[in-house]
């Protein structure tokens, strides 16, 4: 890859180093400032300090976005989420990269993962060679503020970069203009070494980029390649025409998100995809069996996992569009149920709800996305009466699905008023979702039986935690109809709990965590649980709801120090630690961990959250029939050929 290595971007003897001796100084000191701030925040609450003018300090734009990380990029994390901070640094560097590709410069990304080290080479027009030290280190920098440069970013506008910078243990950058380069290297945020000069061998023009996350702000990690591989599809999917080349593989893509959709769905689509592509939106869809409602959305090349106004807008511009084509008024829901759609929208000025763009806010480009999904569709089934047929057919099965379950529903809220105003098996939280600031950390724990819910109820914090116990093991509703929930008393309870009997959009927390013990029996309900979810309400599992609790396997204990251990690996370091004579006890249930100690492993700072996920949507049928479904003679010949012995057993 070009400019891969330190050499490849070799500079001539004219080249002069522009470091000021006593500027590098003071700015090492102060990031040594901040590097024990950091520190301290993580070790645990502050001593109390005297609050005079001394206690006044100042910190650079690199240092803060290092003590405050989070307000930049979101979480940290260890690799083990698709959002964790690595994947964030990766993303923000190959964004300036298609930048410049959607205003028509350089058609390739060169991407290389090794270990810790991120390697990122574009072949558009470079950084201008006298900013690139500013580009990459001065807040509010760089020519995305301007609209003749860049029209429709992807990246932080002027904070990426230097995100990647300030929490980087080494950062490299090079920019190559008509055979002259400037190379300017960082460690955490503090300027080494900087030089600009002629090329001895002419190469591209462009920029490179080269980093390693720092440990000390993301601790022990390691990139996960299934995500980073994923994120290169969805570059390739939104920039028809651009070649990214990751570790020497490329992803390409011809016909955009009609190729993304055609990936999810395969041969579960009922009729041929749909799409439509205008200057500033596009979008593919089609229906599939199953049931609820899936969208990928995009802004400017950004995912937005939350969705926001321009999702909104294309479910009313789709809903339009259809009730337009057949003259009809169908409702919502009956259009929607079974769709998968993916969404893309160019918008100049974007407005998100956070820092990482999950969410958009713009209200502006609502009517304009209404009016163009409306007249884009209706146009497509114009031209393709067959697949508009099979639509309309669709339609109306969920009309008369929603129709027969409609009595259903009636008995079940009957039948739920008489219980009482609360639901028995739940212990709520104070704020929800819809509470805005107060409830975006909510959370409910659907844990099994009375002991272990008695643990959690007592280690909450009920300000935004709420617990969810099951009698035993729920009911297997793998291939069973919709309307058999409404008929399961606990599992209608558990929708009236979350409270999406209605619509997963009225869901009242922000995470689903299944809680359940490290055994056979907490194994096999987590399953029916998830099959559950996956079966009536999968876009809960794709749109990054549900996780799995990670309670410690052990604990190994001296007189003076607790380690607790999520596997045998950690639980043998603790041992060679703490000393052979320490005392090792193995958890099976959770309601074997007391109150006092069970608080730390639901703290939001320091619990482990596995999220459920799912790689593609045509897996899910398949997923569900091999696992849950009927066929046991082919299951019991997968288990018996994959069982341990004895002897692997640590028992």
């Known amino acids: ?137 001065e807040i509010n920098t760089g020519a995305k503020y301007n609209d003749d440069v860049f029209q429709f970013s992807v990246g932080m506008n002027g904070v990426g970069t230097k ?22 290297i960082f460690e955490k945020g503090v300027l080494k070494k900087q030089h600009t000069g002629t090329l001895k061998n002419k190469q591209p023009d462009g920029t490179y980029f ?28 939104l920039n028809s025409g651009l070649t990214v080349r990751l570790n020497g593989q490329d992803f390409f893509s011809e016909n955009g998100l009609y190729d993304l959709l055609s990936k999810e769905i395969e041969d579960t689509a009922l009729y041929p995809i749909g799409s439509y592509q205008g200057d500033h939106l596009k979008f593919a869809f089609t229906h599939t069996n199953a049931y609820g409602e899936n969208y990928f959305s995009f802004v400017n090349g950004q995912y937005t996992a939350d969705g926001g106004t321009h999702l909104s807008a294309f479910k009313e511009g789709f809903v339009k569009g259809i009730n337009d084509f057949y003259n009809t008024s169908y409702k919502s829901e009956d259009i929607r149920d079974g769709i998968a759609a993916a969404v893309l929208v160019k918008v100049k000025d974007p407005v998100f709800e956070s820092q990482t763009k999950n969410k958009l806010g713009n209200t502006d480009i609502r009517q304009w996305i209404v009016s163009e999904t409306q007249s884009g569709l209706n146009d497509w089934l114009h031209r393709n009466s067959d697949a508009a047929k099979k639509i309309q057919e669709k339609i109306q099965a969920n009309e008369k699905l929603r129709t027969e379950l409609s009595a259903v529903k009636s008995k079940a809220k009957e039948a739920a008023k008489k219980i009482c105003i609360q639901i028995p098996k739940l212990k709520d939280c104070r704020y929800h979702v819809q509470d805005g600031t107060k409830g975006q950390n909510s959370m409910i724990f659907i844990t099994e039986g009375n002991s272990a819910s008695g643990t959690m109820t007592h280690s909450r914090n009920a300000d935004f935690q709420a617990i969810f116990s099951l009698r035993g093991k729920p009911e297997n509703m793998y291939g069973k109809k919709q309307a058999e929930i409404y008929k399961n008393d606990e599992l209608y309870q558990l929708m009236m709990a979350l409270g999406i009997e209605t619509s997963v959009e009225n869901l009242k927390y922000s995470k689903i965590v299944i809680a359940t013990d490290a055994d056979n029996d907490g194994f096999h309900i987590r399953n029916l649980v998830m099959t559950f979810f996956l079966g009536y309400f999968e876009e809960l599992v794709t749109s990054g709801r549900i996780y799995i609790l990670e309670t410690p396997l052990f604990r190994v204990r001296n007189k003076k120090e607790n380690i607790y251990c999520y596997s045998e690996d950690e639980r043998d370091k603790a041992i060679k630690k703490l000393g052979a004579s320490a005392e090792t006890s193995r958890f099976k249930g959770l309601g074997e961990i007391n109150p006092s100690e069970f608080k730390q492993f639901i703290d939001p700072a320091t619990m482990h959250l596995t999220p459920v996920e799912i790689s593609q949507l045509k897996v899910i049928p398949q997923l569900l029939a091999f696992y849950m479904g009927k066929n046991t003679p082919e299951r019991r010949q997968f288990i018996e050929k994959h069982l341990l012995s004895n002897a692997d057993i640590d028992a």
């Not at 995100?163 to 300017?184: H, I, P, Q």
Request: hydrophobic share 35%; glycine share 8%; net charge positive.
């Open 1 to 137: 890859m070009g400019g891969s290595t330190k050499k490849n971007q070799s500079l001539s003897k004219s080249g002069n180093s522009k470091v000021e001796k006593s500027k590098k100084t003071s700015t090492s000191k102060t990031a040594k400032t901040s590097v024990k701030a950091v520190a301290s925040r993580k070790a645990g609450s502050p001593k109390k300090a005297v609050y005079d003018e001394s206690q006044i300090k100042h910190l650079d734009a690199l240092e803060h976005i290092r003590l405050r990380s989070g307000m930049y990029i979101g979480r940290l994390g260890d690799g083990s989420n698709q959002n964790d901070g690595i994947y964030i640094l990766l993303k923000e560097v190959i964004d300036n990269a298609v930048d410049e590709f959607i205003m028509g410069y350089g058609k390739r990304i060169d991407v290389e993962i090794e270990n810790f080290t991120v390697k990122v080479r574009d072949y558009g027009r470079g950084i201008p060679l006298g900013k690139v030290v500013e580009c990459v280190s």
């Open 163 to 184: 995100a990647v910078n300030a929490l980087s243990s080494y950062f490299r950058v090079v920019s190559t203009r008509d055979g002259k380069a400037t190379e300017a």
């Open 210 to 237: 080269e980093f390693v996350p720092d440990e000390e702000i993301f601790g022990k990690y390691s990139f996960n390649m299934e995500f980073v591989e994923r994120r290169m599809w969805n570059y390739a999917y």
